[in-house]
């Protein structure tokens, strides 16, 4: 078994069930990753320490997930030059999504964290394999599949709707 290239990492567990998607499309894509709870907020020393020895172990890309006052991602995006993308979860703290929204997108120029739609972790997952992909031809190769299942989805679900309006 390979070390984790991706750290998946949430502001609580109660982020879990959101950011289940994540690890269920890496899985699915062969990536191996990690998945823990880090706060910066409750836990900063475990932040600090998360951040700082992640490229050390290997991992090559960090998804954060927080919600409401959604400072993981940002914080830990200052701690480390590997690429973080953040996923803004409607927690029960967050009052309508925008906030968490709007606390992982809007950081200042030069600590850039790639923010996925509101509780979009499955994109994050996508997203964090396509960066390891490029170094990885058999990701590239999970990739392809990947997306040619996707695309014979929507062909297969036009049939059966043509076929349902006959
Ligand atoms: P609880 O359910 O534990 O009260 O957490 C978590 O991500 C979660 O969505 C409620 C919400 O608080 C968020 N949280 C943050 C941070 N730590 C926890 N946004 C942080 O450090 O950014």
Redesign the pocket.
Known sequence: MNSPKIGII??????LPVMQDAADVLTELGVEYEITV?????TPDR?FTYAREAAGRGIKVIIA?????????G?VASLTHLPVIGVP?K????IDGWD?IL?ILQMPNGIPVATVALNAAKNAGILAAQIISTADETIVKNLIVFKENLKKKVEESAEEMLKDLK
Do not use: E, F, Y
């Open positions: 949430m502001g609580s567990k109660s982020d880090v706060s910066a907020h409750r932040m997930g927080a919600g409401g006052a959604a400072h993981l991602p914080m979860v927690s029960s703290n967050s968490s606390s």
